[in-house]
């Protein structure tokens, strides 16, 4: 359960490991805080704090080796865990979703899509698009503990109840809407047109 | 520029907004803070610190005036500015945002999208994707402020300073990379697999 890091912490790891990753360095290749606080526009103190977390220790005046940094954020963001998870609602974004290829350098895999459509029941990028029907066996079958609601907001709360009934215990949304699920459920929150709106406040 | 409300605050405003607006509430109906606290799953006194932030004052033991309550939040989300925004990179994330209609409760209009790949220079749900020579113009013609980057991590940094010269000031950007940008450009990042993977390290 994350090892006691921080939420706002572990929020932050992928940058970490998007910047380092992109700088392919070699084995003994060294970094120092400052660097990477400044690559990021974070405050060096807060990087310091945040990298202790991962229990890869900087040495003062030398840095840290970046090879043993990204293998420290790889392992608190699980990377090397494998984990399936699925997605519901095979519209516009989902079906991108279930396309996109990004998800496997934090080793997750989408396993398979779920609609209501029985249009969309075939398979999207050599993935199966599934009825409703079969969630609980597929997410059964798939071993996914993880899922991507893709559905309209009206939608939503059913679906939620449905992947918690399921055994999924962790569950991200696009919809535009308040899920209730149990505490134990984790649940994450993206909404487009929220974030579009909240940039949008700050410069106009 | 957010009249000084912290962003914090002002990124739980859209979950306030879409709760209190799927009530469905009439003109007098009043809603209490411990209500709404419990129904978002926060803590009373900060949501009792949030709503203030908006203007909106609550009496005690009567609560606030639902109707009044979203007014507010809406003028702080700048819902009744409308706002332009364009989307580069037209493939499946793309064209799903272009064709999604869940930016106009915020004001927010997608004008245009920009593609490199010429097969996708048509139309997308009535909206036009140009190609990427002319951004500069369209970002002009169409009067845009904002901009989405939907490309993949390698050409999001091109895209992005690309962007910012055609006089965009802020950027919601799905591309797994850190982007730099001048300061007085406003830049969220929306990584799907990285929220996944933070979902699944706090589950697994």
Do not use: W
Request: proline share 4%; net charge neutral.
């Amino acid at each position: 359960m994350n090892n006691g890091i921080p939420l706002t912490t572990l929020e932050r790891f992928p940058d970490y490991l998007n910047y380092l990753r992109d700088l392919g360095c070699g084995d003994d290749d060294k970094i120092s805080s400052g660097v990477i606080a400044k690559a990021l526009g974070l405050g060096e103190v807060l990087v310091r704090k945040d990298l202790a977390c991962t229990g890869c220790a900087g040495k003062p005046r030398v840095g840290y080796v970046v090879r043993d940094l990204i293998a420290a954020l790889e392992g608190a963001l699980r990377c090397d865990t494998r984990k399936n998870a699925v997605i519901v609602g095979v519209g516009g974004l989902g079906s991108a979703l279930l396309a996109y290829g990004g998800f496997s350098k934090y080793g997750i895999d989408i396993v398979a899509g779920f609609d209501i459509d029985p249009a969309k029941q075939t398979e999207e990028n050599g993935k199966p698009v599934l009825p409703m029907e079969y969630l609980s066996d597929g997410v059964k079958k798939y071993g996914a503990a993880l899922a991507v609601i893709c559905v309209p907001a009206s939608a939503a709360q059913g679906v939620c109840d449905a992947l918690v009934d399921s055994g999924i215990t962790g569950i991200l949304t696009f919809a535009p809407a308040t899920l209730r699920a149990d505490s134990r459920i984790s649940v994450r929150h993206m909404d487009v047109a929220a974030n579009l709106a909240i940039l949008a406040s700050g410069i106009i």
